[in-house]
């Protein structure tokens, strides 16, 4: 199996546990196989160790040289426009969706609940409508199709 997102400096990469669960980050050094020093001083994560079970490597990435400081990371970082690049992908508008979904009071999962009643009526409806009209009107199949139309070629044949 190859991985598509490799651990280097620079890799901008979402901690999914811990104090900092959430945020990005940008791998600054890796200090053995199972750590990075890490740093994000624009999502508020302060440089510390943390262990690569934690993240989740993203596809961005900024070029900076190894244990490079906090100043050289957020002015890559604001250039690159690693934050708002984050909130176009698919991952974190489905964390953002799950997040709203927790936030969920009973009565919001009642309103999406008739709501997707509503929509399933609408769609049985229309559905429901159409196979009674093609019940009234049958469409010949293609057999019955090329039966008829030879049918009505050996008419027209015999005519001329």
Known sequence: MSFRH????GRIAFISSGTDAGKLCAIVDVIDQN????????TDVKRQAIHFKRLRLTKFRIMFPHSAGSNVVRKLWEKENITEKWKETTTAKKIAARALKVAMTDYDRFRVYKVKQ?????INNAYFRLKSK????PTPSKRKGRRIA???RLKAAKKA
Do not use: Y
């Open 150 to 152: 030879r049918k009505l």
């Open 35 to 42: 750590r990075a020093l890490i740093d994000g001083p624009c």
């Open 134 to 137: 093609e019940k009234k009107n």
């Open 6 to 9: 490799l651990v280097q400096i």
């Open 118 to 122: 509503q929509m399933n009526r609408i």
